[in-house]
């Protein structure tokens, strides 16, 4: 190789290595992947009550959303949603009189990855809450429960552990999709890798560390979800 | 909703659904033979092939594909020219190529999923049939030929179909490495014709069409295979 540099050199977190620069995307990625994971169950629990609500023309547009979020390529969605997301927001801005913005890369990631999510958190809550017993909601109907004081004490602490499995996934999932930002040029961890890796021609280096810390944040996550799935099946029966 | 330049880059869409198609077709193959290696590692008794397989599976389940895709191009490409004798062998022109990354990470991915989801299928058959084909004197290669994997591949048909669907909504995005796929064609009008919605929409129509016939054929399949219920 024609670069003296070791891979530790490459990687020091002071200017002329590029680990800060990939702890910032790293960073970054994480929170795209928070925020997104957030507007998301937003997007899904509302999703999720609204198709189980049964008012025919809500359920058939929620099913029109999870169907066609589903099916079409993340990279399309997010490629078109962020275009068409700017697009549409500066068209609006000009009707009200006002010039066009540069609309924030890092909300507008979160938002088109946010609405991506959503379709799935739809599905997974909407599952999560068709699982809980119906037997319990009965007998919270029984003791008067209005439909307010039931989904906050029978509802909710009921489909969160059936839901958690599919947060875990959906969490693992907006981790690796938050890459494709890349593509439309947010600096997350990809991007940085991407930098760092055709400025100092260390391909190799860089993209491995960067796989790393994607790595390490799964991982992690991994963990911390299978805490939290043990804690709040406490007092549950353990699946056989 | 201008579509004109349709006939123009006819031939650029047809090859691009062609590749893609190939691309797909490239990795679901020749990954689901490497998954069934990786779940037999990992349902076995040696502890290494074990181990093995299961890094395996967290690396590349645990990372996105955009990184192992620029990692394999980009990484182990700039590479490749070291290897004494690599750039005067006939494999050199597919080598140079961001095809043949591409259908390698794609490979590389799929076959880390499906091993899973085989490892789990393989442990889902009944212990009972296992002990049968032992009983009347199989050898254990012959249980895992004729028993335990035809059973298995059957327990996890569903999860297949959605499998492959998940993968083909996966390769729009080898078009960063050069791969002029269907998304790589949509890319390329874009930039000739400054039109960013019709193209997508375009391959979009395509994609999900394929999801179509990709559920409507393994629905098939799975009807195919006899159960018992």
Known sequence: MNTPHSALDLLSLTPPGWGGVLLAGALATVLISAGAYLVGMMIGF???????????????????????????????LIVALYYAGTDGLNRLLALAGVGPVEVNGLVAAVAVLGFVQGAYMTEVLRGAILAIPVGQLEAAKAFGM?????????????????????????????IKDSALIAVVGYQELALAARVAASNTKEYMVFFLAAAALYLVITIVSNMLFSALEVSFRRGQKPAS | MDFSWIFSY???????????????????????????????????????????????????????????????????????????????????PLLREGLFFAALALTLNFAAYQGEILRGAMLAVPRGELEAARAVGMSQAKILR?????????????????????????TPIVFSVTVMDLYGAAYKIRQDTLLVYEPLLLVTLFYVGLTFFITQAFQKLENAVPTRR
């Open chain 2, 10 to 92: 006819r031939d650029l869409l047809i090859q691009g659904a062609f590749l893609t198609c190939l691309l797909l077709a490239i990795s679901v193959t020749c990954g689901f033979v490497l998954a069934v290696f990786l779940a037999i590692a990992q349902v076995g008794r040696n502890p290494g092939a074990r181990w093995l397989s299961k890094g395996y599976c967290t690396f590349f389940r645990g990372t996105p594909l955009l990184i192992q895709l620029w990692l394999l191009y980009y990484g182990l490409g700039t590479y490749l020219p070291y290897v004494p004798g690599l750039r005067t062998s006939f494999l050199w």
């Open chain 1, 146 to 174: 209005r439909p307010t004081l039931r989904f906050r004490r029978i509802v909710l602490p009921g489909l969160i552990p059936n839901a958690l499995p599919g947060f875990a996934n959906l969490w693992m999932s907006v």
């Open chain 2, 146 to 170: 004729r028993i335990w994997l035809p059973r298995a591949i059957r327990i996890g048909l569903p999860t297949f179909a959605g499998e492959v669907v998940l993968q083909l909504k996966a």
């Open chain 1, 46 to 76: 509302f999703g999720a009550l609204g198709k189980l609500s049964g008012i025919p023309p809500l359920r058939s547009l929620l099913n029109a959303y999870t169907t066609i979020v589903r099916a079409v390529p993340e990279l399309i």
